[in-house]
Each structure stands twice: as structure tokens, then as C-alpha cells.
């Protein structure tokens, strides 16, 4: 036991004496003697040239060490300096082993990070580059031996106290010469105290950032309560509270007020954390979420929910400096809002009770996201949806008609798809929406369903029903090569074309249910492309129908009358020809449509035809012919002789079809000739069945007569 203490005793000693040693070292030795060492020291050692112009000063108790003005330069140019700089440590935390830092000053930081026109960085040039030799000396394989783990390592943990913390008036600077950006961080500040592990300790932090492309300027503010544990792998922020105001050309001059508060928790062992109550905000935007997640990585499990209050779109751009949206209707784009549920299985988020508000249509549904493959799957029906109130106003003198593409061109032609993006997406999106408004024509119960993958997007299913009809159509867009290849199928069943046609184009020359079946395949990624390449067919058929503002029995007549030579005395024609059925088959041929056998039935007329649809000019260039088959007018000119039944009264349409129809049609004359050869044919085989009829007629009369004869003379006899 007396040897125990005699150990005891001597290991106090040895630590007396050492302390001891350490304040008489300190207070006999002036730190501010080995300036010029140090400097030497230094600038040997790097490529900076230090200047120590201010004091240095250490003290015992606690130990300490003071630095005042400060400066290191790096080839003629400040790199960095620093006003004063103080360290402080109780050196009793160290005794036993719980260092506690007593205060950490740093007062006037100074630094000037540049990088040059070759795109180097004075801060990679602080170190001198080793020679060749230096280089070729260094053994095979020599490389930094990895950090020894520290003495808390793998045992208990470390006991770490911070008493006070203070850096004001920091400044760092970047300019990059290669691009012309330059970013100043000044006022930096930084107030902490009683900071230790396994409590609360506050954090005060301040800053001003300013840029120069594009000019930015950012005041911010972050105040909270931060906590981390003995082990360092959990962590807790409350009490947050940020405030950053911003002002600058991304906000075309106006300052703009960003905030964030709540609280966070995480824990690195466990891998899970939390956020609390958090919001955020910007200008009138305000964002609000609480949110668990439960292992880091791809299999990531998330719970919570978030929300977007309702916002005014157009108040959020007006705030931020940003142009107007410029709508036909100046109140959409008023109240915006977001809101869902957020969980899911391990590697999957899904959202729940998923709610987004535009303005007065509303879209409800689900949705899910997968982090191994991104997968993206969404489920969203909406109530309904006039889309042509956030279209552009057209300008003054415009009519709600799309121009042409050549009027809209105002530059080089841009590609339709990013095929990229394509090749990359996952997705399963199904879409309803109870009626939908767009190009003034009114739509319901729409049904959308849309996959994509490998670059192999499908619109499996686009349906609805329209003026008094439905349609059904299907799309595959083949991206894996980069010429895309387009499939579009489509099933029109009993549209009423009349007010389809003047809703969507102000064109009302066509009534009727229209049926079609369209099979149409493309390649191209422009609009031009598209066009020049398209190939199929379209089958339609109108029933129980009329041409409007065109009377296609007046211009029959017109050339009855002709054939009759005779004048129409008929004055009121009126403005519309009615037909049973309008059938016909339309081939697509890139811009073209070709149709050669068009058929319609008419009052005492056949219409038939064959022509061409130019869709990029809006040009109609057909010849058609209306047979008479019966009656067709009560004017006595065009009176249905046994001349006339079966000919063919020839027509032509040809213009703009987007213009008056009622130009479209007239009278061909230039082909009227061969309907009064036909004429001048029935008439002679007329003559001749005539001449036939009446000889055969005189013939029979000769052989009743004779007949009548004979048997007069044997009824004489008989009697007599």
C-alpha cells in the first residue's frame, strides 16, 4: 500500500512540476520573439508569405493563444487575413481528458479565393509542386498512411464542451475569371455557446450574399436550438428560424422574403428521422409538411403529409418580380392548392388522399413513386376543366382560330419530344376528367391512360363522348431510335358535325353524324416531319346530313335547264342540300388527303366525286358530279326527261376551305360537254326505241287486223 502511495504521490508531483513548467515557460517566454521564425517557417514550407504585424499573446489559465492582424499572401495577393483570432481551452478539461474549448473568437476574416483564366484556383497553389525528382523519389505504393482512430475511438465517447463561440465580421470572397462570376459573402456571423454533446446549445448565424451573374443580393438570418449526442450520430434542430431576404435581377428588382421554421431530428445509427412542423415560404407561397423517414438509401419508408396553401399564382409572379402569365381570362390562375398523404412500403413512396386545385376544377387521386427504378404511377380524376381560359388572348383582330404554321413560325423549327427524357421514364398514369373545354369544344367523361418505358410511350385508351357522340382513340410513340415512329388509331361514332365544326373552327357548311375510323402511322420528331411523313387511311360516313350555305340541286338544274334548253324561273333556292348518307374513304399521304370514292345520296341525285385535301394549305380541289336519278325541282326547267335521268351534272369545289363554303362549289362547264353527249345519246336511243315502238306498233295493228279478218269470214260462214 505505502508503495501505492509513494506512486501516487510521485505521479502528482511529476504533473506539478510539469504545469509548473508550462507557467513559468509562458510567463518568461514571448511569443512575439519568434515572429520572424515563424514567418521563415512558413513561407518554407508553402508558397504564402505570412505577415504577423499584431501581437501574440498566450495565457495559462485557460490556456489560451491570441493572434492579431493577421495576413498570408499568395504571390503578391492577399489570400487571406484576419483581424484577431482567439483560442482558449480550460486546461483542467484536459487533465481529464474532457476537453472543454472556454472560447473561440474570430474576429475580421478576410479571404480572396480567385480562380484564374486557366481555370486554376490560387487556393490549389498554397502548396509548392514537387519537382520531377522529388516525385520519382517517393517509394512505389508510399501513399498517407490512413488516420490513426483516437482514443475514443471504438470506447467511450468523447466528452466535447465548447463555452463560447464568436465570429463576426467574416468576409470571403470568389471571383472566377473564366466565366465573370463573382460571389461575396460578407457580415458573416456566428454566435454558440455552452455547447455540449448530449444538450441543447443555441446557434445565431448571419450573412450577406452577393453575386454578380446575375446580380443577387441575400441578407439571411438562421437562429435555432441544435443538440448531437456523445456518439455524434444523432442530431436535433428546433426552434428553427430562417429568414432570407433576397433582391436582384432574378426578381426584377423587387425584394422577396424566403422563410423556414420547425424542427428536425436524425439519427445516423438508426437511420431514421424527422421533420416537425416545418414550413416553409416564399413571397405568398407557403408550404407546410410533417414527415418521418425510416432507413436511408433506396429503401427509404416515408409517412407524414404535405401541403401547399391556396395561393394566387399571379400574385406569387407579381411578388417575385416575374412577367404575368397572360391568360384570355384575367381571373384563372387565382387560387392554386396541394395537398397529400405521404407512406408507403419500404422503397416506395405513395401518395394518398391526394387533392390539387386549380382555380374552380378540382383533380383527386393517389399516386406512387419507386426509388429503385423511378417508377411513376398516378390515378386522377377531376371535375371539370375550361383550358381555353388559360390560353393566350388572341391579339387584336385575331379570331379564336390557330394561325397557320407558317404565320406561328418565328424561327428555326424545334424538336416535339425529348427523346432522352423518354427513354428514361417509367410510367402508369391514368387520367378522368368529367368535362373538359378546349378549342371552345365541349367534351365529357374523358378517360386517359398513358405508359411509358424503354422509351415506348402509349396512350393505351383516350375516350370521351362529344356533341352527342363518342370517340375512342389509341397512340404509341416508339422513341428508342432518333426518328421516332408514331401509331394513332381512332373510333368516331356519331358526332354531330355542325356544332363540332363551328365550335372548334367557326365552320358551319357541314351537318350530319359523322362515323370515322382513322389508322395512321408517322415518323418525325418536328410538326413538318410529322406531316410530310404520314401514311394511312381514313373511312367515313355521314348520316341523315346537309351541306350548308350550298345548294348543289340549283346547280343541277342549271345545267337540266341547259339540256332542256330551257330557263330556270325558280328565284329562291335556299341555302342548304339535304343527303341521306355520305360514305367514302380518304388515304393520307403525307399532307394530301386522296379520296376516290366519295358517294352521297341525295333528293332525286347521286353525288359522286373524287378529289384532293391539301391540310397544310386548307385546300379543297375536288370534281364531283350529281347523277339524276328522279326528280329533283318543281321548276318546270328542270324537269327530269327520259334525257336527262342517269346524267351526270358536273361540279367542282376548289378554294379554302377555311374561307366562305359557299364559294367552294359551282358549275363546271368545262365538263359539261360530255354530260350533253350523254344527253344527245339518251335522246337518239330514245328516237330509236321511238321508231322501233312504232313499227312495231303498226305491225301489230296490220296482224290484228288480219286476224280480225279471218275470223269474221269463218264466224260468217258458221252462221249462214
Known amino acids: 500500500m505505502k508503495a501505492v502511495r509513494y506512486l501516487l504521490i510521485a505521479i502528482a508531483a511529476l504533473i506539478i512540476l510539469a504545469v509548473a513548467a508550462v507557467a513559468i515557460a509562458m510567463a518568461v517566454i514571448n511569443p512575439n520573439d519568434y515572429k520572424p521564425q515563424i514567418e521563415q517557417a512558413v513561407e518554407k514550407q508553402t508558397n504564402l508569405d505570412l505577415i504577423l504585424e499584431g501581437d501574440i499573446g498566450w495565457s495559462f489559465i485557460p490556456l489560451g493563444l491570441e493572434l492579431n492582424n493577421v495576413e498570408a499572401n499568395l504571390e503578391g495577393d492577399r489570400l487571406v487575413a484576419l483581424d484577431r483570432l482567439v483560442a482558449q481551452v480550460d486546461f483542467w478539461s484536459l487533465i481529464t481528458m474532457s476537453p472543454q474549448v472556454d472560447t473561440f473568437v474570430l474576429d475580421g476574416l478576410d479571404a480572396r479565393l480567385v480562380v484564374n483564366e486557366q481555370g486554376v484556383g490560387n487556393w490549389t497553389r498554397i502548396m509548392p509542386q514537387k519537382t520531377a525528382e522529388e516525385a520519382a523519389g517517393q517509394p512505389a505504393g508510399a501513399q498517407e498512411e490512413p488516420p490513426q482512430e483516437g482514443p475514443g475511438a471504438g470506447g467511450e465517447p468523447l466528452n466535447f464542451n465548447v463555452e463560447n463561440v464568436q465570429i463576426s465580421n467574416a468576409q470571403v470572397s470568389y471571383t472566377d475569371k473564366t466565366t465573370g462570376q463573382a460571389v461575396t459573402l460578407e457580415d458573416f456571423s456566428v454566435n454558440a455557446s455552452d455547447i455540449t454533446l448530449g444538450s441543447e446549445f443555441p446557434l445565431e448565424i448571419g450573412f450577406r450574399v452577393a453575386t454578380t451573374k446575375p446580380t443577387l443580393e441575400v441578407d439571411g438570418s438562421i437562429s435555432a436550438r441544435l443538440a448531437a449526442n456523445e456518439a455524434l450520430n444523432e442530431f436535433a434542430v428546433s426552434g428553427l428560424k430562417a429568414v432570407f431576404d433576397m433582391t436582384g435581377e432574378p ?130 380524376q377531376g371535375d371539370q376543366l375550361n383550358a381555353d381560359r388559360y390560353l393566350p388572348p388572341a391579339a387584336e383582330g385575331e379570331s379564336g382560330q390557330a394561325p397557320a404554321a407558317e404565320e406561328t413560325a418565328a424561327g428555326p423549327e424545334s424538336d416535339l419530344l425529348p427523346l432522352e427524357t423518354l427513354r428514361s421514364l417509367l410510367l402508369d398514369i391514368d387520367l378522368g376528367l368529367g368535362q373538359l373545354i378546349v378549342s371552345n369544344l365541349t367534351i365529357n367523361e374523358i378517360k386517359a391512360s398513358t405508359t411509358a418505358k424503354g422509351g415506348l410511350v402509349k396512350v393505351d385508351e383516350f375516350s370521351g363522348k362529344l356533341y352527342e357522340g363518342s370517340f375512342g382513340a389509341n397512340v404509341t410513340i416508339d422513341a428508342r431510335s432518333e426518328n421516332p415512329k408514331w401509331t394513332v388509331g381512332s373510333d368516331v361514332t356519331n358526332v354531330q358535325t355542325l356544332p363540332l365544326l363551328a365550335d372548334l373552327a ?10 370515322l375510323k382513322v389508322n395512321a402511322t408517322t415518323t418525325g420528331n418536328r410538326i413538318s416531319a410529322l406531316r410530310s411523313n404520314a401514311d394511312g387511311q381514313i373511312t367515313f ?46 388515304n393520307i399521304n403525307g399532307n394530301t388527303l386522296n379520296n376516290t370514292d366519295l358517294l352521297a345520296s341525295l333528293a332525286g341525285m347521286r353525288l359522286e366525286g373524287e378529289g384532293t385535301i391539301d391540310m397544310q394549305q386548307s385546300l379543297l380541289d375536288y370534281e364531283a ?61 330514245a328516237k330509236v326505241d321511238e321508231k322501233v315502238d312504232e313499227t312495231k306498233a303498226k305491225a301489230e295493228e296490220k296482224v290484228k287486223e288480219k286476224l280480225q279478218d279471218k275470223v269474221g269470214d269463218k264466224l260468217k260462214g258458221l252462221f249462214n
Open 251 to 380: 426578381f426584377g428588382g423587387k425584394e422577396v422574403t424566403a422563410e423556414l421554421s420547425g424542427s428536425a431530428k436524425a439519427n445516423l445509427e438508426t437511420e431514421t428521422a424527422t421533420l416537425s412542423d416545418f414550413t416553409a415560404s416564399l413571397a405568398n407561397l407557403s408550404l407546410s409538411t410533417a414527415l418521418s423517414v425510416n432507413g436511408f438509401g433506396d429503401k427509404t419508408t416515408l409517412s407524414g403529409n404535405l401541403s401547399v396553401a391556396e395561393f394566387s399564382l399571379r400574385e406569387l409572379l407579381n411578388n417575385l418580380g416575374q412577367p404575368a402569365v397572360e391568360t384570355s381570362d384575367p381571373e384563372v390562375l387565382k387560387a392554386l392548392a396541394f395537398s397529400t398523404k405521404i407512406g408507403g412500403p419500404a422503397g416506395k413512396v405513395e401518395l394518398s388522399d391526394l387533392t390539387l386545385k386549380l382555380d374552380d376544377t378540382t383533380f383527386k387521386g393517389s399516386g406512387s413513386y419507386t426509388l429503385a427504378d423511378t417508377g411513376i404511377v398516378f390515378n386522377l
Open 506 to 515: 367557326e365552320v358551319t357548311m357541314l351537318a350530319g353524324g359523322a362515323n
Open 541 to 586: 360516313n355521314l348520316a341523315k346530313g346537309e351541306f350548308r350555305q350550298m345548294n348543289l340541286t340549283r346547280i343541277a338544274c342549271q345545267g337540266i335547264a341547259l339540256a332542256n334548253q330551257d330557263k330556270l324561273t325558280t328565284t329562291d333556292w335556299g341555302t342548304s342540300t339535304p343527303f341521306n348518307d355520305m360514305r367514302g374513304t380518304l
Open 625 to 685: 358530279g350529281l347523277r339524276i336519278v328522279g326528280e329533283i325541282h318543281r321548276d318546270n326547267a328542270c324537269r327530269v326527261t327520259e334525257y336527262v335521268k342517269n346524267a351526270v351534272i358536273p361540279v367542282e369545289c376548289r378554294g379554302n376551305f377555311s374561307e366562305d363554303p359557299a364559294s367552294l362549289c359551282s358549275f363546271d362547264g368545262s365538263r359539261f360537254r360530255d354530260t350533253l353527249q350523254t344527253i344527245a345519246k339518251n335522246a337518239a336511243k
